[in-house]
């Protein structure tokens, strides 16, 4: 059996279906207004679903895997889980996506995909184009890390950098002009491209295969798609028969933001909020999306803004249990942590691979030893030996 | 049923035995003489093997894992498969040898583990002792670059910088003195540690799984821990009846220095090299090791050197098809490229992540692009596009 997905729905109003094909990667077109972008999702008839929940329940793939997904959960403490998402193809969730997202850039055909990002998503986006054989333009912000383009590069994605003012117009304008598929939001309330979540559902099914229904999952929050895509994944098994329940859904946003606490908070479908600084690039965003709001709604959840020290203290204590994590990659037990005690079991996900840190050249070489006494001090030192 | 081992035996000499605990982590101290160190090897109780090689074909294994092994074989052409080894924890091959060493550490109650390692290997090693609240001591090159030293410090590893010369009778000192077990080689004719091998193996079941048994596996080589540990595995598959035969074990070295060339050609059981200058600073070595004489001879294989620029027309490769490696881990691929068609299916192994190339500060910035005359320009200078 293939996909059994046959069409689109309104997220803004559920009754709205339009068909599946060509995605509505700018959002519901009946119920966005001009404050608000509504996103659409991908319906599926559920009643033919059988045990085989892939490639079933996931839109169509004519794009080629890179053997994304299948990530180990590790057990942190008794309780706690890390499903640990850098071990995808580009080290990051994102590659649950874009297989998603290329696939429709290769389903309608596109001259090949454009992308929005300065990080994970572009690299991701870009490696899935290359695996399709589709070139890749990837518009990052004016001031991107070397490290990052080099990232980019490496898959041979032509690289532009935008200042973020400029950038939905002249994405739409790239798309337009050049037949390219945007696999990013092309809107600024966040809508997202509607095969996206459908990458994530994946990440519910494993946690279910692995552990079952956990009580909550805490996930690192930017624009809601990871957030939403898990939570669907779970309200599919409830429906299916499969799960009694869905987790509590717990958005963990850099507090130098966080426009879903304030969308929450307000009862309105996206909030616009003012940035602070903070490291957790990756997932810090003046605007929310409707489908963050969803999921927390949905599953009785909540969303929690998490400080940059927080951050920097959940990725040392994962380091310290071997798991080294992108700053931003580590909210999800940086909320946990925020919450105190819960009930268990919980899931944190870690959505990236603490490679992708900027590397900081001002930090302390170690020193150099060339004898025993040198080597001895060092050891006494850093409190761990009795020599 | 837990693991089956039974002792260690002398590569020098099949027919010299010892106990399985302590593992002998200078080598064979019965055939090693003041020239060639000769490795021990772990031996099992294979009549007594059944369906499941999992745990009973590896070493006891007391430390906890970090969900290591299990990574997809992706298809990049019509019978040649890349086993991607950068989906680990620390996203190197070397994961699945650390989780065997740290559990021998753990084995005999040391108070912690020293590696001496500048990259892949330390961090892998760091980041499974954290996981078993060991201290590490990571023994780098006398400069390491500042990523690799912030990889090694996020486990918390004490990481010291040592002029080569003095690596070895230093690493011992602090072993003897500090009660630490060292989970890389003390000999400078490559033994290393006894059960990092064993982990290796599991790639062989992997690809076995997926495959059946591949005609060739292109095997990046250093010391060749990596290319034995493969080859023992297939060895054992067709002990226990399940595989006809073993695939041809394909070391491939940097030109730079390719010590296995050299000691197979002369028939040594290892040879020391001169090291011209290589990117590929992973895997190139002064001195080779008896396992990957070993490893070629018993699967009727060979051993390729490959230069930085077929290393990095293979990496690109490899990229373009979304699979982006460190220079050195792309060695598989270059490996079988120079050798030209051969018959399929071949693996070649890809060791690590490309996030950790050093990045170039010298490579071009993308220009920044304000308005669509601009992004056109860019788009039409790719090559990639008609507007």
């Known amino acids: 059996m293939g996909s059994l997905a046959i069409g689109q729905r309104s997220l803004g109003d559920p009754r ?39 490639p079933a329940l996931l839109p169509p793939l004519p794009a080629p ?34 297989r998603c997202t290329v696939s429709a850039a290769v389903g309608v055909g596109a001259a090949g995909v454009v992308v929005a990002s300065s990080g994970n998503h572009g690299a991701s986006a870009a490696a899935y184009a290359a695996r399709a054989g589709l070139p890749c333009v990837v518009i990052t912000g004016p001031e991107p890390q070397p490290g990052v383009v080099a990232f980019l590069r490496a898959y041979g994605a032509v690289v532009m950098a935008v200042p973020w003012e400029g950038r939905w117009p002249l994405m ?27 990458g994530y559902k994946t990440i519910a099914y494993e946690i279910h295969a692995d552990l079952g229904t956990p009580e909550a999952v805490f996930v690192p929050t930017g624009y809601g798609e990871l957030l939403y895509g898990i939570a669907k994944g779970f309200t599919e098994l409830r429906r299916l028969g499969r ?66 020290p927080q951050l920097r203290a959940a990725q040392a204590e994962l380091a310290r249990a071997g798991l080294w994590t992108e700053l931003a ?23 990236s691979s603490g490679l ?16 025993w006494a ?4 060092i050891l006494t030192a850093s409190g761990h030996f009795q020599l």
């Not at 071990?87 to 990051?92: C, D, E, I, L, V």
């Not at 929450?264 to 940035?275: N, Y």
């Open 16 to 54: 709205i279906g339009f068909p599946l094909w060509p995605p509505l990667t700018d959002g519901c077109p009946r119920t966005s207004t001009a404050d608000v972008a509504y996103p659409v999702d991908v319906d599926y008839d559920y009643e033919r679903a059988g045990a085989e929940l892939y």
């Open 65 to 98: 895997g890179l053997g994304e997904g299948r990530t180990p959960l590790v057990e942190l403490e008794p309780g706690v889980f890390v499903k640990d998402e850098s071990r995808n193809p580009t080290w990051s969730h994102k590659d649950r996506l874009n």
């Open 172 to 198: 739409r304008r790239i798309a337009e002009r050049a037949g390219l598929h945007p696999v990013s939001s092309t809107t600024v309330t966040h809508t997202g491209h509607p095969f996206g979540p459908e």
């Open 243 to 308: 799960a009694r329940r869905v987790p509590r859904m717990i958005a963990c946003e850099p507090a130098a933001a966080a426009p879903l606490v304030k969308a929450l908070r307000e009862g309105v479908p996206a909030a616009h909020v003012e940035v602070g600084a903070t490291d957790a690039g990756s997932i810090v965003s003046p605007v929310s999306g409707y489908r963050g709001v969803l999921a927390v709604r949905s599953s009785d959840g909540r969303a929690l803004a998490v400080t940059d």
């Open 329 to 351: 990659g580590a909210a999800g037990l940086a909320g946990l942590r925020a919450l105190g005690p819960v009930e268990g079991p919980v899931v944190c996900v870690a959505t």
């Open 356 to 371: 992708k840190n900027p590397v900081r050249d001002s930090a302390p070489a170690p020193a150099v030893v060339t004898d």
């Open 374 to 377: 040198q080597a001895a001090r």
